[in-house]
């Protein structure tokens, strides 16, 4: 289970993220100091259950619930504050507990067994390595294709970071030397039904995101050492080799933005050096 918790004072984080530890020892926990921060987190990715103070600056605590809630709407919202007189209106947004400051262990704990969305009901974790070969993982284990075109369909989505891809699109990178037949655009189809067969017998709901002849990802389904190094979070950024998707040439696109960005990087890290803007 992913946890949020999102507070504007830093050691009431590190205070409720100790209790959340001793409670629930194998959740993941990330947090957020503000509003934008905390929406950046679940518009990137899919969280089980939101720690809310509602005494934020800017949008507080019940506006950034009712967000919340469009753009997760089976995240478990749990307020955290020191005035009751919020709990009748918390309430209306269905949350899934409310917790008065000081916060205890016992609170926490109740309200992690009470969740109106239990962590049982949501999705396989999936998560994408791109840095070397591409791969992707289900509950820990790798996934397995039938027909190795439905995996490079797979890894071509990925590659386009939940942009939509038209059939043409694909059509022009799965087969590049080959014309724009009838023929293709019907094995094109096939290959959609399949990735979408293999990803739903692995228990994965959602992550394709299908329109009148285009074809996408849902990127906040899935956690993906690209995408993590597109955020510049530190661990991705030292995992990154040179390498990605090397197994496709038309990943060459990618890669050589991934190295010049990398580059920056390295650049701006180092004592005494100054890594000009892109666009000097």
């Given at each position: 289970?992913?946890?949020?918790?999102?507070?504007?004072?830093?050691?009431?984080?590190?205070?409720?993220?100790?209790?959340?530890?001793?409670?629930?020892?194998?959740?993941?926990?990330?947090?957020?100091?503000?509003?934008?921060?905390?929406?950046?987190?679940?518009?990137?990715?899919?969280?089980?259950?939101?720690?809310?103070?509602l005494e934020m600056p800017g949008m507080d605590g019940l506006g950034?619930?009712?967000?919340?809630?469009?753009?997760?709407?089976?995240?478990?919202?749990?307020p955290v504050t020191e005035h009751p007189e919020y709990a009748l209106?918390?309430?209306?947004?269905?949350?899934?507990?409310?917790?008065?400051?000081?916060?205890?262990?016992?609170?926490?704990?109740?309200?992690?067994?009470?969740?109106?969305?239990?962590?049982?009901?949501?999705?396989?974790?999936?998560?994408?390595?791109?840095?070397?070969?591409?791969?992707?993982?289900?509950?820990?284990?790798?996934?397995?294709?039938?027909?190795?075109?439905?995996?490079?369909?797979?890894?071509?989505?990925?590659?386009?970071?939940?942009?939509?891809?038209?059939?043409?699109?694909?059509?022009?990178?799965?087969?590049?030397?080959?014309p724009d037949t009838a023929s293709l655009h019907s094995h094109l189809?096939?290959?959609?039904?399949?990735?979408?067969?293999?990803?739903?017998?692995?228990?994965?709901?959602?992550?394709?995101?299908?329109?009148?002849?285009?074809?996408?990802?849902?990127?906040?389904?899935?956690?993906?050492?690209?995408?993590?190094?597109?955020?510049?979070?530190?661990?991705?950024?030292?995992?990154?080799?040179?390498?990605?998707?090397?197994?496709?040439?038309?990943?060459?696109?990618?890669?050589?933005?991934?190295?010049?960005?990398?580059?920056?990087?390295?650049?701006?890290?180092?004592?005494?050096?100054?890594?000009?803007?892109?666009?000097?």
């Amino acid at each position: 289970m992913r946890i949020l918790v999102v507070d504007d004072g830093q050691l009431a984080i590190n205070s409720l993220i100790r209790i959340l530890c001793r409670v629930a020892p194998d959740c993941d926990y990330i947090s957020a100091m503000t509003t934008d921060d905390a929406l950046t987190w679940l518009r990137q990715s899919p969280v089980d259950a939101a720690f809310l103070n509602l005494e934020m600056p800017g949008m507080d605590g019940l506006g950034l619930a009712r967000t919340i809630r469009r753009i997760q709407p089976r995240c478990n919202l749990i307020p955290v504050t020191e005035h009751p007189e919020y709990a009748l209106e918390a309430l209306q947004i269905f949350v899934s507990g409310f917790l008065l400051k000081p916060v205890s262990e016992t609170a926490v704990r109740s309200a992690l067994e009470n969740l109106r969305y239990p962590a049982e009901d949501t999705p396989a974790v999936v998560k994408i390595q791109c840095f070397g070969n591409f791969e992707i993982f289900v509950g820990g284990r790798p996934l397995a294709f039938k027909r190795s075109k439905s995996k490079e369909l797979l890894a071509y989505l990925v590659d386009r970071n939940g942009a939509t891809c038209t059939n043409g699109e694909m059509l022009a990178v799965l087969w590049e030397d080959k014309p724009d037949t009838a023929s293709l655009h019907s094995h094109l189809r096939n290959l959609i039904f399949d990735l979408n067969h293999t990803l739903d017998d692995a228990g994965v709901r959602g992550l394709l995101v299908r329109g009148r002849n285009t074809l996408a990802i849902d990127t906040g389904r899935v956690e993906c050492d690209y995408y993590n190094f597109l955020r510049g979070e530190r661990m991705a950024l030292n995992a990154y080799r040179g390498e990605y998707m090397t197994q496709y040439s038309w990943a060459e696109v990618t890669r050589s933005a991934l190295r010049q960005q990398a580059e920056r990087v390295r650049r701006s890290t180092l004592p005494g050096c100054y890594a000009p803007p892109e666009n000097s």
